[in-house]
């Protein structure tokens, strides 16, 4: 019991030191984004060019809050990267490595524990987050029809309320997917920062790029385009949903079906990638704690 | 005869090609308060590493039973220390800071804590950052004091702060804390501050120990004798380990040399711990 206590303490302490980059602020944006709907449409300052044709509201509500996931993946993306590059070393920032050496935790139940919140807890946030703003544009979407009766055919609230359900349910499965595929990314760059600190931003790219030039050179490039390093790190950066996917998404009549773009993203998904992967980031992360727990300052 | 809390054989500790402790050699007991004093770069902070854990080394060190340096998280449950009253993690609040350590620490008392903090200026709500570093001390003690720890460690838990911090510091600790099943180990240098406080006393003098003994005997040892210029011939005679002119009179430090002996040549005190640390910490060739 004393041990669950204690790793639930360990993720609230990375919730409270990154509260503002993954709450805060994500409600600030959404806020200012309420507003911003609401002060169009309260002074009709909605403009529509005479002629276009808008999709129905069903579909405008559908593509408004895919749009707004990819904003907020896209949000998720680059604070994890930033949050990854300074979380082993923040402790030896902030001057409380000898607080924290002082309680019964061990190094690596508290690197762990900053690994599975960058991992877990702050895309669940984030999540939650866009699936909050989902709701305030099926809310807007609605007023809109309303406000213009005859331009946006009305959206019934259950069908909206599937087709939100469809959207969110692809965004928690695009994201624990792609959670699971970029993890070895997200602990190498962490890793990185066990011993260079915020320099593991640039380094994590660097070291690759360093290693794939020599390999070039030492191989005289008989290998494939770009060497085998370079080729491999390509691969490991491409998952996602394809360009076909989003063709059909943005084109398709019927209301949202989250199914055929799951089974997409199952296809893209190779267990052994990932795997290997997993098991590379739990020992980045192993090698992290014993340098912690080495060097003190 | 009880197992002592702490027990180290000769630890040395090496950085690079420079070798820092040169084999020390001690044990602690329970229900002491041992005073660890020493000059800047003696080994002080590196001796209470080697034993919190915090670093490698060579030789033997067991705290309650465990090696430190690979049962750490273990061995902190039973020990508390300050390495650093900077240390507290700024970003939280007070009550924030009590709720993780309860949730974390198996022996801390998040009602204790907030009773050592009445009295002081430091509120529930206050962000950590924004206290002043007296406030920070009186946090950092409310922690360790709110943990049941068996071992309770602090290196210079009161640098920076004014006299008046320092005094309350002490006195807390010693009302509020030391049982006779505790142990508490000090580094200072403020030396006269804790004298009153201290059962025994450790000299560390360029990473070896010079004086491991309880004060009782360090009084009953050392004698402090302001020699007239006409007996200090008869004075050098009897071996002063100290000797040093202060406004135009001679003082001299000696070591075991019997009361009666000295007192022939003046009058006999015993040396503060302060005096009796430049006595034995100046080395060959320096003058105090």
Redesign the interface.
């Known amino acids: 019991m004393?041990m669950l206590?204690?790793w639930?303490?360990?993720l609230?302490?990375e919730y409270?030191?990154h509260r503002v980059a993954f709450l805060y602020f994500p409600l600030g944006v959404m806020g200012i984004l309420l507003l911003a709907a609401l002060s169009g449409l309260g002074i009709n300052r909605v403009k529509v060019v005479v002629g276009m044709t808008l999709p129905a509201g069903l579909k405008l509500f559908e593509l408004g809050y895919i749009a707004l996931v990819g904003l907020w993946f896209s949000y998720l993306a680059l604070a994890l990267f930033f949050y990854f590059g300074d979380a082993f070393s923040a402790d030896r920032r902030?001057?409380?490595?000898?607080?924290?050496?002082?309680?019964?935790?061990?190094d690596l139940?508290i690197l762990a524990g900053k690994f599975l919140a960058g991992i877990v807890l702050f895309p669940v946030i984030i999540a939650l987050v866009a699936a909050i703003t989902g709701v305030m544009h099926y809310a807007l979407v609605s007023a809109a029809t309303m406000l213009m009766p005859g331009l946006i055919v009305p959206v019934f609230p259950l069908e909206a309320l599937a087709s939100f359900a469809q959207i969110t349910l692809l965004m928690l499965v695009h994201l624990g997917l792609g959670l699971l595929w970029y993890a070895p990314f997200f602990a190498w760059v962490a890793g990185l920062s066990a011993v260079f600190g915020r320099w593991s931003l640039p380094l994590a790219f660097a070291i690759p790029g360093l290693i794939a030039v020599v390999e070039n050179v030492a191989l005289f490039g008989t290998g494939p385009r770009g060497g085998y390093v370079w080729s491999y790190i390509s691969q490991r950066f491409q998952f996602g949903l394809t360009d076909v996917d989003y063709t059909r998404m943005f084109t398709a009549g019927s209301p949202f079906e989250a199914g055929p773009y799951i089974l997409s993203l199952w296809h893209a998904f190779d267990g052994v990638s990932v795997v290997t992967g997993l098991l590379f980031a739990a020992a980045i992360i192993w090698l992290a704690s014993e340098y912690r727990?080495?060097r003190?300052a | 005869m009880t197992d002592p809390i702490v027990s180290v054989r000769g630890l040395t500790k090496r950085f690079g090609a420079r070798e820092i402790l040169h084999g020390l050699d001690f044990d602690i007991p329970a229900g002491r308060i041992y005073g660890l004093i020493g000059h800047n770069g003696a080994g002080k902070t590196t001796t209470l590493?080697a034993m919190?854990g915090?670093?490698?080394y060579g030789g033997s060190v067991t705290v309650l039973g465990r090696d430190p340096y690979r049962h750490?998280?273990?061995?902190?449950?039973d020990v508390?220390?300050?390495?650093?009253v900077?240390?507290?993690?700024?970003?939280?609040k007070v009550r924030?800071l009590f709720?993780?350590?309860a949730?974390?620490?198996?022996n801390f008392s998040t009602e204790k804590a907030f009773g050592f903090l009445e009295g002081t200026d430091v509120r529930q709500q206050a962000v950590i950052s924004s206290l002043s570093k007296g406030m920070l001390a009186q946090l950092h003690l409310a922690v360790?004091m709110a943990i049941d720890a068996r071992l309770l460690v602090l290196d210079e838990p009161t640098l920076g702060l004014d006299i008046t911090y320092r005094k309350r510091f002490y006195r807390r600790l010693l009302e509020d804390y030391m049982t006779a099943d505790r142990t508490l180990l000090i580094t200072t240098h403020q030396v006269d501050e804790i004298e009153f406080m201290l059962s025994d006393i450790m000299f560390i003098r360029d990473g070896s120990l010079v004086l491991h003994q309880p004060m009782v005997e360090v009084a009953q040892r050392f004698a402090q004798v302001v020699v007239p210029a006409d007996k200090l011939a008869a004075a050098t005679g009897l071996h002063p380990v100290f000797e040093e002119t202060r406004f135009g009179q001679t003082v001299m430090v000696f070591d075991g040399v019997p009361r009666e002996s000295l007192a022939a040549l003046g009058a006999v005190t015993t040396p503060t711990l302060s005096d009796l640390f430049v006595a034995l910490m100046s080395r060959p060739g320096t003058t105090p």
């Open positions: 004393m206590r204690s639930g303490a360990l609230r302490r409270l030191e902030n001057n409380a490595m000898l607080f924290w050496k002082s309680m019964p935790v061990s139940r727990r080495r003190l | 590493n919190l915090l670093t490698s750490r998280a273990r061995l902190m449950r508390a220390f300050i390495a650093d900077a240390s507290l993690p700024r970003f939280l924030e709720r993780l350590v949730e974390i620490h198996p360790v």
